[in-house]
């Protein structure tokens, strides 16, 4: 008897734990997908987890911006598509962009970043500032 109590307590613990540490981010990453910026990330535990927060901070600015709000769905896998990247980015180079993730938990907040190296080519820039007119 005493050993089954003793697992029973281990299991406990262990549950407790894996609860307390909130999300587990395997994959953050973000890549150019035509004239937009795609964002994936990959969660294998959500206990927890209250939302996502997506933020966008271009080469030239000072702060992060927040692009959106993700609720918790248990799919594993996100997809976020920057559609406005070079909206609101002038005098950018457009290159590197910088992403964070944060995940928002009832333990407290977990950030990752992840940045965007490649410079796009001067059609995307150029096809991305004049959608960004007609919106």
């Given at each position: 008897?005493?050993?089954?109590?003793?697992?029973?307590?281990?299991?406990?613990?262990?549950?407790?734990?894996?609860?307390?540490?909130?999300?587990?981010?395997?994959?953050?990453?973000?890549?150019?997908?035509?004239?937009?910026?795609?964002?994936?990330?990959?969660?294998?535990?959500?206990?927890?987890?209250?939302?996502?927060?997506?933020?966008?901070?271009?080469?030239?600015?000072?702060?992060?911006?927040?692009?959106?709000?993700?609720?918790?769905?248990?799919?594993?896998?996100y997809l976020y598509l920057d559609t406005n990247v070079y909206r609101g980015t002038a005098g950018s180079t457009g290159s590197p962009f910088t992403y964070r993730l944060t995940v928002r938990t009832t333990s407290g907040d977990q950030n990752y970043t992840t940045v965007l190296n490649a410079a796009p080519s001067a059609v995307q820039r150029s096809w991305g500032s004049i959608k960004s007119m007609f919106r």
């Open positions: 008897m005493p050993r089954k109590s003793a697992l029973t307590i281990v299991l406990v613990l262990l549950l407790a734990a894996s609860w307390a540490l909130g999300a587990t981010i395997t994959m953050f990453q973000a890549s150019f997908d035509g004239t937009n910026v795609r964002l994936e990330w990959e969660a294998t535990n959500e206990a927890g987890v209250e939302n996502y927060e997506v933020w966008r901070k271009a080469n030239n600015e000072p702060s992060f911006t927040r692009l959106i709000t993700v609720p918790p769905t248990a799919q594993r896998r």
